[in-house]
Each structure stands twice: as C-alpha cells, then as structure tokens.
C-alpha cells in the first residue's frame, strides 16, 4: 500500500521539525527507528551542558568539508533539500571546489524504505574506482531520525570504499565534532585495512624518522614550524587529520605518539588508542606551551632530557623574543566553535594581553586539561559549551578593548562600539605553533583595538537613529505598538489550544 504525508508519523516527516524545534521528537523517533546505539555513542563522545547545544551551523558542516577537503573522495548528503541547500552554499562559499551528491526524498520514500534503495543506487553509479577511492554518504536529520541504514551499505564497491555516517544536528552537537564523526570513521576503517595486510605508503614514501601525527586543521605553516620543534628530538611531523587524502590515514596510524592540537576528537582519539598509540593534548604555544608540549612529546616517545633541553634552548628564547617584540596591550574577550580558543587564549596572554574570558563551544576534554590549568592559574574564566548569550554577557562584564568572537558577538560588541575581530576567518586562520605563531597574532589584534575612535565616531554620527525594530530610515519616528504583539500572541495561543483539543478529540 502507497502511503501518504498524511499517513506518516509527525516525526518522519521534515516539518517543523530539525534545527529550529523538534529535537527531544527527533530523537525519540532515531531511537525507535533503530539509532540508539550510534546516539548513544555520541553522547558519550560529545557530552553537552550546561547548555544542551551551542547556537552554531549546522554540524554536518564540518564533516561535510572533511570529505570535500579530500582528494579523490565523493560526498553525498541524505536530507531536507533546505538542509542540503544550506550545506552545499556554504562549502561552496568557503571555497570547496568539487560537487556535493544529494539522494532526495519524499515522506513516501523515507518510510518505505525506498530512500535507502536510492542511495545504493547512487553509490553504485559512483563508485568508480578511476576516480575514487571512498564515497561518503552521510545522513542528516530526518533520514538518521528515521534510522535509514547507512550501515547495511556494502563496504565496499569496485574497489571504492563506501562510509555511511550519521550527523544529525541533534545528536551531534557542532561542526568541530562532526569533523570527528568523519575522521573517526575514516581512521576506523583505515585500522582494519591496515590489520590485514600491507597498504599503501605515504605519496612521499615513509619518514626515515619517528614521526607525530597532528589531530585538527591547522594553518598549513603550522605543520612545518612543529616539525622544526620536534627535528631536535629525532621525530619529524606526520599528517595532519583530517587528511586531504586516504592513503595519509594509515601514515597517521603508524606514528610515535599523536598530538591533538585541537582537543575534540574523541572518536578519532579512540582509534589510535585501539591502534596502541598514545595521544597528548594542548599545543606548542608561546613559551610556557612550546615547553611543556615539549616535554609531554618526549615523555610519551621516550626521549631523554639532554635532547628536550637543547630543543627548548633553541627556540624558547626566539619565542620569548618574538612575543616581546610585538606585545598585545589591551583586555580581550574570546569565543569560538573551532576548538582552538584555548591555546589562542595562551597566545594572547603571553604576548601580554588581559584575557579575562574564553568561551568554547567545544567541551572539556582530557586533550584541553592542561590549557585549562594554565588558563585558570592566569585568571580567565573558561566557559565550555558557551552559549552565545555567556559570550555576550562576557563582553558586557569586562568591557573588552577587543571582543574575539563569533559573528553575533562581534556584532554585539561592535554596537557597543568595542572593536571586534570574527574568530574562525581572522584568528584561527593563523600559525598559532612556535616561533611563527608568537609573531602572527599582534599585528591583527593591534591594529584592531587601535580602531577605537573610529567605533567611537560611528556611533556618535549614529546616535539617534534608532536600534532594533525602529532602525533604518523613516520618514516619522516609529511607534512602538506593544498592543499588536499582545494580540498576536492571544491568537498564537488560541490556534495552539485548538490544535491540542483537535489532536486530543
Ligand atoms: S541537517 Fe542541519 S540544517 Fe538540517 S535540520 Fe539538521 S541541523 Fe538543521
């Protein structure tokens, strides 16, 4: 029998449901439809509170720019065509340069089953093995609410390996985790290839020394300044994952340690644990970071004293002087959702800055700990999981010469007048690591705090002209017409009444 929209169950179809309302539905339904396990992996992966989901993109952002980002890899997206829309303008805005795959549905085929039948269709017209070497398949918030089964597709099709993951913004609570729910599957499967047998080596043939794989996207001088750091020790730097191509995934595996530089990759973490690697957590920034990095990577690898001591000697002074040449002067507010707040947050503070506030939509991990401990023993206030209202009142409490943030925020401070700088394009689009990372920073947050009388002009020359609903250019003052909202808001509430008596009757 055919079914139609009026047949399906409310949280089977995808009205009025997804990022803006619906999410304790959309997960009762995943559960019942079979995706308790993968939601309660992700909850343990990626705990949530105090708030129960940071005001950010949509999470399948990050892992659909991962799976853009790499060379012969197809991406395809199973979702609402606004979703997908949404999704395939913004990777196409930050500059991906190959086609998004999309598998439409209806409510028909979303409950028959027919939608899972179009997707293994789709993957099998893809995969092709002349082009590709992974198809990746990831369900967005209504197929995963209703448990289509990504993980019934065959591994694997001439020779191209098929990933089907989930990234329900409902259960995956930011971009930067959902970089990990790729990752981690990647790394996974990577694991078991290379369990059974040889695979293939890195395009520049295998490091003749040690080498240390980097866990989070970073600036790519990033990478370079690291292997600097750790020539001293005998190690060299390794891929960086996400990688842009599978093969550095088993390059990746076969590491001396693994340093997660950004600290939310739990699922990934958990694949190099089952690989028998240890993982260290912050980063080498500024002195005291560079130092103790230094240590923790020797520790782990089992590199004797004299070597860190004549690695530290070597650049720990360039990076001291580096930060003195050009020091930050001024109080600084900062918030993020790229996972790197906290070691920016150490950056400005040994360049001098009065860092009173970071606010991450990231959590509290083991991998952040020490910048935490750091952090705290200078003072600042951490806040995990912040939401941008925290964000806000922390511009509002310290009254920032600069306020670091997210686009709301910068909006924010900039109606207050207090210059502000957008953290993912400005901030952490920079080397942060090692000598060239002491030098990067000063330039942008300098010339920016010095805009202050120009924020200052603006709002006097804008004085006056209204905010909020009576901005903009009027010819008679707007009235406000409280009235009107009050009796909206009676004929909102009637219509809800009545809807309730309807379904009750
Ligand atoms: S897939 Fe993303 S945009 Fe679509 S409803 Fe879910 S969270 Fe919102």
Redesign the pocket.
């Known amino acids: 029998m055919t079914q139609t929209k009026a047949d399906v169950p409310p949280s089977n179809t995808s009205d009025g ?4 309302g619906g999410k304790d539905e959309m997960r009762r339904a995943a559960a019942a439809a079979g995706k308790s396990e993968t939601l309660d992996r992700y909850a343990a992966d990626y705990p949530v509170g105090p708030h129960d989901q940071p005001q950010s993109m ?3 952002f990050g892992s659909l720019r991962v799976g853009l980002r790499m060379r012969r890899t197809a991406t395809v997206l199973s ?2 065509a ?2 997908v829309y ?2 395939s303008f913004t990777s196409h805005f930050y500059g991906a340069k190959r086609s998004v795959g999309y598998v439409p549905f209806n409510s028909e085929s979303l409950v028959t089953g027919k939608l899972f039948e179009d997707i293994r269709d789709a993957v099998y017209q893809l995969a092709d093995p002349e082009k590709y070497d992974t198809v990746v398949v990831t369900n ?3 197929p995963t609410a209703s448990g289509v089964p990504l993980q019934i597709l065959p591994p694997e099709i001439n020779g191209v390996r098929i990933i089907g993951i989930d990234v ?3 259960g995956v609570p930011t971009h930067a985790e959902a970089k990990d729910v790729l990752a981690g599957a990647m790394l996974r499967y990577a694991r078991q290839e290379a369990s059974q047998g040889p695979v293939q080596a890195p395009r520049a043939g295998r490091s003749e020394r040690p080498t240390v794989t980097l866990l989070g996207e970073m600036f790519p001088v990033d990478p370079v300044g690291i292997g600097m750091l750790l020539e001293p020790l005998g190690l060299a730097a390794g891929p960086t994952v996400p990688t842009r191509e599978w093969r550095e995934l088993y390059g990746a595996l076969d590491c001396a340690v693994v340093a997660a530089i950004h600290p939310f990759y739990t699922a990934s973490v958990r694949e190099f644990h089952a690989a028998g690697r240890k993982v260290i957590g912050s980063a080498p920034v500024g002195v005291d970071g560079t130092a103790a990095w230094l240590d923790s990577i020797a520790e782990a690898c089992g590199i004797s004293a004299a070597l860190v001591g004549a690695a530290k000697d070597r650049f720990l002074p360039l990076i001291k002087a580096t930060l003195a040449k050009s020091p930050i002067k001024g109080r600084i507010t900062l918030s993020g959702y790229e996972g790197s707040e906290l070691i920016v947050a150490r950056l400005l503070i040994e360049a001098g800055a009065d860092l009173r506030y970071v606010g991450t939509a990231c959590p509290r991990t083991p991998w952040s700990d020490p910048d935490r401990q750091w952090l705290e023993a200078h003072g600042v206030r951490i806040q995990y999981r912040a939401s941008l209202q925290q964000d806000i009142a922390a511009v509002e409490e310290f009254k920032p010469d600069l306020a670091i943030g997210t686009t709301p925020v910068v909006q924010h401070a900039k109606q207050l007048a207090i210059p502000a700088l957008y953290f993912t394009n400005l901030i952490s689009a920079r080397p942060l690591m090692g000598v060239a990372g002491a030098a990067s920073l000063a330039q942008v947050v300098n010339a920016a705090m010095a805009n202050k009388s120009r924020f200052d002009a603006f709002r006097d020359f804008f004085e006056g002209v209204g905010e909020g609903d009576t901005a903009g250019v009027w010819e008679d003052v707007p009235e406000d017409h409280p009235e009107f909202r009050e009796q909206v808001r009676r004929q909102m509430a009637r219509a809800a009444a009545k809807r309730k008596a309807e379904e009750m009757g």
């Open positions: 449901v997804g990022c803006h949509c999470p399948a979702g609402s606004c979703c949404g999704l967005l918030c209504v329900p913004g409902f």
